[in-house]
């Protein structure tokens, strides 16, 4: 079956733009995850969403990072006012119970100008 | 502070030999630990899931052991190929304080498999 789909595969935006991240999930998966990567490092928690809420928003840099999942599969990642430390790749990843291992997609190349 | 160490950045090992990845953690109390595969340009692929109270999973070519006393795990890959030449990322589960499990994850290995 189809896998995690993120869209765009690849994203430029200058310096004070906002910029939303798609991801779709595994149908059927309750729990989704956003991680951010940086080159040489691993996976870093963004947020986690069981169902609809946030279950978990720890780590989220700061207030212009948002992320929603309005009906429970599809979510956005929405980063307002970026800056060039947010340059990275931007992972999600679904499952279908917590504590299941994660299904991940390709990310999302962000770079900001 | 937390730690997750995995034993080095990059490994290269002869093709047919046994690879074998550490990950040492300090101040997490995982309940399961996990380790995925990692391609250029492509998302983390799960390999194995072992638990707190297992000590040691197979699957095929790979192996991987967990020893909480020790806070280790390492992960092995017998008769080793150039196709096994990835990152290798190890995650341990545990409780966020926020009321949920999160998967926290280590740089990773970075295994080349020489012909």
């Known amino acids: 079956g189809a896998g995690v789909s993120q869209t765009p595969s690849n994203k430029v935006t200058e310096k004070g733009k906002y910029v939303e991240l798609r991801c779709d999930p595994i149908?059927?998966?309750?729990?989704l995850y956003w991680y951010r990567q940086s080159l040489g490092q691993g996976p870093e928690f963004l947020i986690y969403?069981?169902?609809?809420?946030?279950?978990?928003d720890s780590g989220l840099p700061n207030d212009r990072f948002f992320a929603v999942r309005p009906e429970g599969s599809v979510s956005t990642l929405k980063i307002q006012r970026t800056e060039r430390g947010d340059s990275a790749v931007y992972l999600c990843?679904?499952?279908?119970?917590?504590?299941?291992?994660?299904?991940f997609g390709n990310g999302t190349r962000l770079t900001v100008t | 502070s937390q730690k997750i160490e995995q034993n080095s950045e990059a490994l290269n090992i002869q093709e047919g030999k046994t690879a074998t990845l550490t990950c040492n953690y300090t101040?997490?109390?995982?309940?399961?630990l996990q380790w995925y595969r990692q391609d250029p340009g492509r998302g983390p692929v799960f390999l194995l899931l072992?638990?707190?109270?297992?000590k040691e999973k197979r699957k095929e070519r790979l192996k991987v052991t967990f020893d909480t006393t020790l806070k280790q795990s390492l992960f092995h890959i017998t008769a080793s190929q150039p196709a096994d030449s990835a990152t290798y990322l190890c995650?341990?589960?545990?409780?966020?304080?926020?009321?949920?499990?999160?998967?926290?994850f280590g740089k990773g290995t970075k295994l080349s498999v020489i012909p």
């Open positions: 990843a679904s499952s279908p119970l917590e504590r299941s291992p994660l299904h």
């Open positions: 995650a341990l589960g545990h409780y966020s304080g926020a009321g949920s499990y999160q998967l926290t």
């Open positions: 072992i638990r707190e109270n297992e």
């Open positions: 149908s059927g998966h309750t729990a």
């Open positions: 969403f069981q169902g609809t809420g946030a279950a978990d």
């Open positions: 101040n997490y109390s995982p309940a399961y």
